[in-house]
């Protein structure tokens, strides 16, 4: 397992419990970052503990969905989220999140290309890398696609968001990357 690794503007580090406040008024407690993801934003500090937490107990388990922070080198400071599944043994699932005064600058899709990179590295017996996002969250294939995944195709009424459809499950496209 691996709990560290840089990118060229980014340190992507394991979180920590000491990283709450950064991770809830970064990202956690925003309606608009969060609205697309599988966790429910965060109404106070004490659901990024109890995240963090849960987060803590994965990483000693070594199972589980590892979550990372992404600090920015150029001012040391959490600018999101990403992290990995290992499911199977043959596949990892990958997600992200970012704070809004960070979209739109390519730290997605350099983190989610450095934590590719290390899932291969790591993990010989993977051959398949994926992640899905609701089927109209264009910014995320897109995302997705500038890493070089491709795009599988819809999964019709497959996923509970909880921010925007928390009874009905959503359509959610779904990309990948695999070894020969």
Same mark, same amino acid.
């Given at each position: 397992?691996?709990?560290?690794?840089?990118?060229?503007?980014?340190? !992507?580090?394991?979180?920590?419990?000491?990283?709450?406040?950064?991770?809830?008024?970064? $990202?956690?407690?925003?309606? &608009?970052?969060?609205?697309?993801?599988? $966790? =429910?934003?965060?109404?106070? #500090? @004490?659901?990024? #503990?109890?995240?963090?937490?849960?987060?803590?107990?994965? $990483?000693?388990? /070594?199972?589980?969905?590892?979550?990372?922070?992404?600090?920015?080198? &150029?001012?040391?400071?959490? #600018?999101?989220? *990403?992290?990995?599944? #290992? &499911?199977?043994?043959?596949? %990892?699932?990958?997600?992200?999140?970012?704070?809004?005064?960070? $979209? /739109?600058?390519?730290? %997605?899709?350099?983190?989610? &290309?450095?934590? *590719?990179?290390?899932?291969?590295?790591?993990?010989?017996?993977?051959?398949? *890398?994926?992640?899905?996002?609701?089927?109209?969250?264009?910014?995320?294939?897109?995302?997705?696609?500038?890493?070089?995944?491709?795009?599988?195709? !819809?999964?019709?009424?497959?996923?509970?968001? +909880?921010? *925007? =459809?928390?009874?009905? +499950?959503? @359509?959610? %496209? !779904?990309?990948?990357?695999?070894?020969?």
């Amino acid at each position: 397992m691996f709990t560290q690794f840089e990118t060229p503007r980014l340190i !992507v580090r394991r979180l920590q419990l000491e990283d709450a406040q950064e991770v809830y008024e970064g $990202w956690g407690q925003d309606p &608009e970052v969060t609205q697309y993801l599988s $966790w =429910s934003v965060h109404q106070s #500090i @004490d659901d990024t #503990i109890a995240f963090l937490q849960h987060a803590d107990h994965a $990483w000693k388990q /070594g199972s589980g969905h590892l979550p990372f922070g992404l600090q920015s080198k &150029e001012t040391g400071k959490l #600018i999101g989220g *990403i992290g990995y599944g #290992i &499911e199977a043994r043959c596949r %990892a699932q990958v997600g992200y999140a970012l704070m809004q005064s960070a $979209w /739109g600058q390519g730290f %997605a899709s350099e983190a989610l &290309e450095g934590l *590719i990179q290390q899932i291969w590295q790591t993990f010989p017996a993977v051959y398949r *890398i994926y992640g899905m996002c609701h089927a109209t969250h264009y910014a995320s294939a897109g995302v997705m696609l500038k890493v070089g995944m491709e795009k599988e195709g !819809v999964f019709k009424r497959y996923y509970l968001l +909880p921010n *925007i =459809s928390p009874k009905v +499950p959503c @359509d959610m %496209a !779904v990309y990948a990357l695999t070894k020969s």
